[in-house]
T-cell receptor
Framework: GAGVSQSPSNKVTEKGKDVELRCDPI?????LYWYRQSLGQGLEFLIY????????KSGLPSDRFSAERTGGSVSTLTIQRTQQEDSAVYLC????????????????FGEGSRLTVL | QKEVEQNSGPLSVPEGAIASLNCTYS??????FFWYRQYSGKSPELIMS????GDKEDGRFTAQLNKASQYVSLLIRDSQPSDSATYLC??????????????FGKGTHLIIQP
């Protein structure tokens, strides 16, 4: 596709359930990021993938959060035993630029997955 | 602590006027600066990037960077109602951290009044 694709666009779940969010980056983009945005808040970095390198997980808020990127393309963010404070929009972004270059911050965002935990 | 500060607003500007959005950052060693626009209910979209001191113009948008004072600004000339959005400032910190230290401010909500 032409842009970053995320699914589902909306997810309502009950507290304690597990959820999976999917991101399909722009073809050829080696860098992939997950961010979280709560209502009225800024973007909170979660995790960063660069090609086949080990991901930077420094932003994951707890061990209930995990993510993987298969074959250097599609990524899945998994939240186990969801809590109400996990409710937010989860944004995926990709970039053709590698870490350490000036334009590393030029990201292309998907439309996000809105998660509501009841 | 790597910080990017923005006035949350709302900043209200009459149509046709110049909108001025400001951002300060904490790390003097930062090298890359970005402005993203986010419409309500939508995802952020990159509109400007700037890497050296001075002004960078792109259409009605001008980004200004002053590394000595640690601030970056975005000017929108001839403001249009369609410019009403939240503008996010993002800065790359070079002392490590996630995503090469890219940190977003919380954004300034801009309203262009017709």
């Amino acid at each position: 596709g032409a842009g970053v694709s995320q699914s589902p666009s909306n997810k309502v779940t009950e507290k304690g359930k597990d959820v999976e969010l999917r991101c399909d980056p722009i073809s050829g983009h080696t860098a992939l990021y997950w961010y979280r945005q709560s209502l009225g808040q800024g973007l909170e970095f979660l995790i960063y993938f660069q090609g086949n390198s080990a991901p930077d997980k420094s932003g994951l808020p707890s061990d209930r959060f995990s993510a993987e990127r298969t074959g250097g393309s599609v990524s899945t963010l998994t939240i186990q035993r969801t809590q109400q404070e996990d409710s937010a929009v989860y944004l995926c972004a990709s970039s053709p630029h590698t870490r350490g270059v000036l334009n590393t911050g030029e990201l292309f965002f998907g439309e996000g997955s809105r998660l509501t935990v009841l | 602590q790597k910080e990017v500060e923005q006035n949350s607003g709302p900043l209200s500007v009459p149509e046709g006027a110049i909108a001025s959005l400001n951002c300060t950052y904490s790390d003097r060693g930062s090298q890359s600066f970005f402005w993203y626009r986010q419409y309500s209910g939508k995802s952020p979209e990159l509109i400007m990037s700037i890497y050296s001191n001075g002004d960078k113009e792109d259409g009605r948008f001008t980004a200004q960077l002053n590394k000595a004072s640690q601030y970056v600004s975005l000017l929108i000339r001839d403001s249009q109602p369609s410019d009403s959005a939240t503008y996010l400032c993002a800065v790359t910190f070079n002392s490590g951290g996630g995503a090469d230290g890219l940190t977003f401010g919380k954004g300034t909500h801009l309203i262009i009044q017709p």
